[in-house]
């Protein structure tokens, strides 16, 4: 028994020794509560230990102003913030009242802002009830905005320093370049405009941008200041910039080259050594690189050093494209059905600085191979070419099997595309067994050869090539020749088309699209022409609720041929269907025309409906209902692609 006591002591011992940290931590944790109540901007307890009601009671803010000024307000305001807090962040009644006092001026300060130097603010309060809040009142009456009454453009630098040369040819560009400097336009504020502080830093900003962009990458703005007569209501603004030296090209510098040869690079210069280094120069210059196809990306830059600006060096930075590239492609037309297309592209034949382009095309009413092959752009950005095209187009009523040789050049700039060649072009056309005209020619075809001088114009000014919604575009050919028809005549013949497409919005998210085309096919009487170098109308992007080619006339047989006089016009008009979906337009559209033998034998055929665009990254997709007046039906029309 004495043996076991000890042991039963020390056990005893433990245990209030382990007893002594629990009381500790409660004793500590009930002092932290009591001493909580204490502290700065602790929350008083209520009797059930729980947390008292906020002492500043909800608000409501209200802001009598023109809607634009409102929003102006209420995003900014104080005491709009204010609402925005949690609960336990609220303002006590001092805090509280002293913004509501504050209001009036933070208020004006802000209006002062968009241009109202002379506005009056009042506050009204209303106590809260047992089902509203209290309401704080704010009356704003802007009154009328300062306008700006002059603004005052200061040069240093080379600018200035042209400017005092005299009437030299040097001190004309640099009046020009302040003319364009103060053009109220693109940011720029003008005499009459709504002073904002906002427009006015844009208007800083836009200067030396402008400067920038005129060849000197070194400007900066030196000073700047708005005198606002509040009496008045005017604003005077003046800036000074300092230009800099003006950027002249010196070497160019290309990196990233391993397939093609730094000359190809060169001769989308564009510009020479000493020539000004204006943005529009060297975005052109980077967009000639990327429209080549030999590059998957290109950049232009020049480093803004003024001890480099006499001769700056112009750095290109190139990642070629792959050698070859080959892709396959599904789609369907209205024109010619369900279609596969296989296209392959060589982009340095045999080691020369050609590019190879093969795509086979296969169709329900169409199919057709083409090679062409063309030279990397030498000086004056002029290709070399060479193509061959086969082609086999079914219609309504006839087979027509074209074989084209063309050797030309061609010339690509942003706004105009160029294109001389010679063309040798044989075409045969059948009547559709079946038909009418099958059956009166017996099923004889027709086979005619032509070689021509041949060029194509393509003019465009447009905000976007792919998506446009403003600008113009004009397409021209020409073309003279000898033609000549198997056991008939041969002669000389003329070819001229011409399309042009207006785009323009029309307000409210309405766009329009006019669209004109004019063809003329003159020869010598008896003379046959291929059938291809004439006129068909007909189809998606002709005179939709008519079949593709089908508005044409008639031969002797009763066959269908292509024309020699074409007239088609169309005026479109579209938005956006949701705000939620911009890309997703609705369209309603009319379309008129006919390819005839002869302009007495005129008289257009209308089509008219309504469709859906969807305005995806690779242009267009369409599909549209349309109605044939001449035939009385209804004909859909839809284009889409898909490459992978």
């Given at each position: 028994?004495?043996?076991?006591?000890?042991?039963?002591?020390?056990?005893?011992?433990?245990?209030?020794?382990?007893?002594?940290?629990?009381?500790?931590?409660?004793?500590?944790?009930?002092?932290?509560?009591?001493?909580?109540?204490?502290?700065?901007?602790?929350?008083?307890?209520?009797?059930?230990?729980?947390?008292?009601?906020?002492?500043?009671?909800?608000?409501?803010?209200?802001?009598?102003?023109?809607?634009?000024?409102?929003?102006?307000?209420?995003?900014?305001?104080?005491?709009?913030?204010?609402?925005?807090?949690?609960?336990?962040?609220?303002?006590?009644?001092?805090?509280?009242?002293?913004?509501?006092?504050?209001?009036?001026?933070?208020?004006?300060?802000?209006?002062?802002?968009?241009?109202?130097?002379?506005?009056?603010?009042?506050?009204?309060?209303?106590?809260?009830?047992?089902?509203?809040?209290?309401?704080?009142?704010?009356?704003?009456?802007?009154?009328?905005?300062?306008?700006?009454?002059?603004?005052?453009?200061?040069?240093?630098?080379?600018?200035?320093?042209?400017?005092?040369?005299?009437?030299?040819?040097?001190?004309?560009?640099?009046?020009?370049?302040?003319?364009?400097?103060?053009?109220?336009?693109?940011?720029?504020?003008?005499?009459?405009?709504?002073?904002?502080?906002?427009?006015?830093?844009?208007?800083?900003?836009?200067?030396?941008?402008?400067?920038?962009?005129?060849?000197?990458?070194?400007?900066?703005?030196?000073?700047?200041?708005?005198?606002?007569?509040?009496?008045?209501?005017?604003?005077?603004?003046?800036?000074?910039?300092?230009?800099?030296?003006?950027?002249?090209?010196?070497?160019?510098?290309?990196?990233?080259?391993?397939?093609?040869?730094?000359?190809?690079?060169?001769?989308?210069?564009?510009?020479?050594?000493?020539?000004?280094?204006?943005?529009?120069?060297?975005?052109?210059?980077?967009?000639?690189?990327?429209?080549?196809?030999?590059?998957?990306?290109?950049?232009?830059?020049?480093?803004?050093?003024?001890?480099?600006?006499?001769?700056?060096?112009?750095?290109?930075?190139?990642?070629?494209?792959l050698l070859q590239q080959a892709t396959a492609g599904l789609g369907f037309s209205a024109n010619t059905g369900p279609r596969m297309t296989l296209e392959h592209t060589h982009r340095r034949v045999f080691g020369w600085p050609v590019v190879a382009d093969n795509k086979l095309e296969w169709g329900r009413d169409a199919?057709?191979?083409?090679?062409?092959?063309?030279?990397?752009?030498?000086?004056?950005?002029?290709?070399?070419?060479?193509?061959?095209?086969?082609?086999?187009?079914?219609?309504?009523?006839?087979?027509?099997?074209?074989?084209?040789?063309?050797?030309?050049?061609?010339?690509?700039?942003?706004?105009?595309?160029?294109?001389?060649?010679?063309?040798?072009?044989?075409?045969?056309?059948?009547?559709?067994?079946?038909?009418?005209?099958?059956?009166?020619?017996?099923?004889?075809?027709?086979?005619?050869?032509?070689?021509?001088?041949?060029?194509?114009?393509?003019?465009?000014?447009?905000?976007?090539?792919?998506?446009?919604?403003?600008?113009?575009?004009?397409?021209?050919?020409?073309?003279?020749?000898?033609?000549?028809?198997?056991?008939?005549?041969?002669?000389?013949?003329?070819?001229?088309?011409?399309?042009?497409?207006?785009?323009?919005?029309?307000?409210?998210?309405?766009?329009?699209?006019?669209?004109?085309?004019?063809?003329?096919?003159?020869?010598?009487?008896?003379?046959?022409?291929?059938?291809?170098?004439?006129?068909?109308?007909?189809?998606?992007?002709?005179?939709?609720?008519?079949?593709?080619?089908?508005?044409?006339?008639?031969?002797?047989?009763?066959?269908?041929?292509?024309?020699?006089?074409?007239?088609?016009?169309?005026?479109?008009?579209?938005?956006?269907?949701?705000?939620?979906?911009?890309?997703?337009?609705?369209?309603?559209?009319?379309?008129?025309?006919?390819?005839?033998?002869?302009?007495?034998?005129?008289?257009?055929?209308?089509?008219?409906?309504?469709?859906?665009?969807?305005?995806?990254?690779?242009?267009?997709?369409?599909?549209?209902?349309?109605?044939?007046?001449?035939?009385?039906?209804?004909?859909?029309?839809?284009?889409?692609?898909?490459?992978?």
């Open positions: 028994m004495t043996a076991h006591r000890p042991a039963r002591t020390l056990g005893g011992l433990r245990f209030w020794l382990g007893l002594v940290p629990v009381l500790m931590l409660a004793l500590q944790l009930a002092g932290c509560a009591t001493v909580a109540q204490w502290l700065p901007g602790a929350k008083p307890a209520l009797a059930d230990g729980s947390a008292s009601a906020p002492q500043v009671p909800e608000f409501q803010l209200e802001v009598q102003a023109p809607a634009p000024l409102r929003a102006l307000l209420l995003r900014h305001l104080d005491l709009a913030r204010l609402q925005q807090l949690p609960e336990g962040e609220r303002l006590g009644p001092g805090e509280f009242n002293r913004l509501v006092a504050g209001a009036p001026a933070q208020a004006r300060e802000l209006l002062q802002t968009e241009g109202y130097f002379d506005t009056q603010v009042q506050v009204q309060r209303e106590a809260a009830t047992a089902s509203t809040p209290r309401l704080v009142r704010l009356l704003v009456e802007p009154g009328v905005p300062t306008r700006v009454a002059a603004l005052r453009w200061q040069a240093q630098g080379a600018v200035q320093a042209q400017l005092d040369a005299g009437a030299d040819t040097d001190a004309a560009e640099a009046r020009r370049l302040r003319t364009m400097l103060q053009a109220p336009d693109n940011g720029v504020l003008g005499v009459g405009d709504v002073f904002r502080n906002a427009d006015w830093a844009a208007t800083k900003q836009q200067l030396v941008t402008r400067l920038r962009s005129a060849g000197y990458a070194a400007a900066r703005l030196v000073d700047s200041a708005a005198d606002v007569d509040a009496d008045a209501r005017t604003a005077t603004l003046s800036v000074t910039l300092d230009s800099g030296p003006r950027f002249l090209a010196g070497p160019l510098l290309v990196s990233g080259l391993k397939l093609h040869d730094e000359a190809t690079v060169r001769a989308l210069a564009g510009f020479d050594t000493g020539d000004a280094l204006t943005e529009e120069r060297l975005t052109a210059f980077q967009d000639r690189l990327q429209k080549t196809r030999l590059f998957q990306s290109a950049s232009v830059t020049v480093e803004p050093d003024p001890a480099q600006a006499g001769a700056a060096p112009v750095r290109v930075r190139v990642q070629e494209s199919q057709s191979w083409s090679g062409d092959f063309s030279s990397h752009p030498g000086p004056g950005f002029w290709r070399r070419i060479a193509g061959v095209q086969i082609e086999r187009a079914v219609s309504d009523a006839d087979v027509v099997l074209t074989q084209r040789l063309r050797l030309g050049r061609a010339q690509d700039t942003p706004r105009m595309e160029r294109l001389f060649f010679l063309e040798l072009v044989r075409s045969r056309q059948a009547d559709l067994p079946g038909t009418e005209g099958a059956v009166r020619s017996g099923g004889v075809a027709s086979i005619a050869n032509a070689l021509s001088a041949n060029a194509h114009w393509v003019w465009r000014d447009l905000d976007n090539v792919l998506l446009p919604t403003r600008g113009l575009s004009l397409a021209l050919q020409t073309g003279v020749g000898q033609a000549n028809q198997h056991g008939g005549p041969s002669g000389p013949f003329a070819r001229l088309y011409g399309r042009l497409t207006a785009y323009l919005p029309l307000g409210d998210r309405w766009y329009g699209t006019a669209r004109a085309e004019l063809g003329h096919l003159g020869h010598g009487t008896g003379v046959k022409v291929p059938d291809a170098l004439g006129f068909r109308a007909g189809g998606d992007d002709s005179v939709r609720g008519y079949a593709w080619r089908s508005l044409a006339p008639t031969d002797a047989t009763g066959g269908t041929v292509s024309g020699e006089r074409l007239l088609t016009a169309s005026v479109e008009v579209a938005r956006p269907i949701l705000a939620s979906m911009p890309s997703l337009w609705g369209a309603l559209f009319i379309d008129a025309g006919r390819a005839v033998s002869d302009w007495r034998e005129f008289s257009p055929a209308w089509g008219y409906g309504a469709g859906l665009r969807w305005r995806s990254p690779i242009g267009p997709l369409r599909l549209d209902l349309a109605w044939a007046d001449e035939l009385k039906k209804l004909r859909l029309h839809f284009s889409v692609g898909i490459a992978f």
